[in-house]
């Protein structure tokens, strides 16, 4: 599963600031760009900073996401609602953490932003920044009390997102805040089942080293060994293979990781496997 951050898509093309477009879009777009004169003399007019632009995003929303941390202070001293949702059910937190401003997640934060709060698919702020590979903002976040086990709508864990992206600096961080390995997505997947399938070797070296259990099966019987094999991702098989992997273990259709490895004509994997054992 992939999130996608899908901006607001204006209907005309707006070409100068002002021109035809409402105070409440002004004040969006303003504090989205930094304007904070701008935003300023909007505010005191009386524009609602709750309001919002298109009827899916307020100007705190476009200010978390384009990482206008003085924009985002300025209005959170006028009473915006740090909980107000965009279409995808992403709050101003969970903006500012899929796109890596650690500053003003810092600022939402300390204002009392629920750090645990979900979207449409059940992800967390910690989750989107995972997948994202935004170790700062994870580690802030992690600090900060967030839930690191959560898990989507799907099962998926920030550990899992990290796994499956290689994104290794915070997975380190996650596990260093006791994320737990032995977790299963609604697929049966583990995190060390994901870097195998993604073939990122780095995160399934950490993942084993901190008691991942090797031979893991997903719902179809699946182990990271069969899946290596599979997908013909040599270096990961290599490192399953040095942590113990069972190479004869058989998923619900009877296949080993050899038979996926000869299905597939790898002949290195195969010689790997026969070597470790293989039948």
């Known amino acids: 599963m992939h999130y996608k951050m899908v901006l607001p898509v204006l209907v005309l093309v ?10 409440i879009t002004a004040l969006v777009f303003a ?3 930094g304007e904070m004169e701008k935003v300023r003399e909007l505010v005191d007019k009386g524009v609602d900073v709750n309001a919002s632009h298109a009827g899916q995003e307020t100007a705190l929303m476009r200010a978390a996401l384009k990482g206008q941390s003085e924009v985002v202070e300025f209005l959170l001293t006028k009473g915006t609602d740090m909980e107000a949702t965009d ?19 810092k600022k939402l934060l300390s204002a009392g932003a ?3 709060a979900t979207d449409n698919l059940g992800g967390t702020a910690l989750i989107l920044a995972s997948y994202k590979g935004r170790v700062n903002v994870v580690r802030e976040l992690l600090a900060r009390g967030a839930h690191v086990n959560a898990q989507n709508k799907k099962g998926m864990t920030a550990l899992m997102f990290a796994a499956g992206e290689g994104n290794i600096g915070c997975l380190k961080a996650l596990l260093e805040q006791g ?6 997505n609604s697929d049966g997947a583990t995190a060390l089942i994901w870097a195998s399938l993604k073939g990122h070797n780095p995160a399934a070296e950490e993942l084993l080293e901190k008691g991942a259990w090797v ?24 490192t399953l293979l040095n942590y113990g992997a069972d190479v004869n273990i058989e998923h619900s259709e009877g296949w080993t990781a050899l038979m996926f490895a ?18």
């Open 114 to 116: 629920n750090i645990d």
């Open 215 to 238: 031979d893991s099966r997903d719902n179809n019987g699946v182990t990271a060994l069969i899946m290596a094999a599979e997908k013909g991702h040599v270096e990961v098989l290599k």
């Open 87 to 105: 279409d995808q059910g992403m709050t101003a937190l969970m903006r500012a953490a899929f796109n890596g401003h650690t500053e003003v997640v």
């Open 179 to 184: 994320a737990d390995t032995g977790l299963k």
């Open 31 to 33: 504090s989205g760009d």
């Open 14 to 23: 707006l070409v100068l600031a002002g021109c035809g477009r409402s105070d």
């Open 262 to 279: 000869e299905n597939k004509g790898n002949s290195q994997i195969i010689q790997l496997l026969e070597e470790a054992g293989a039948k």
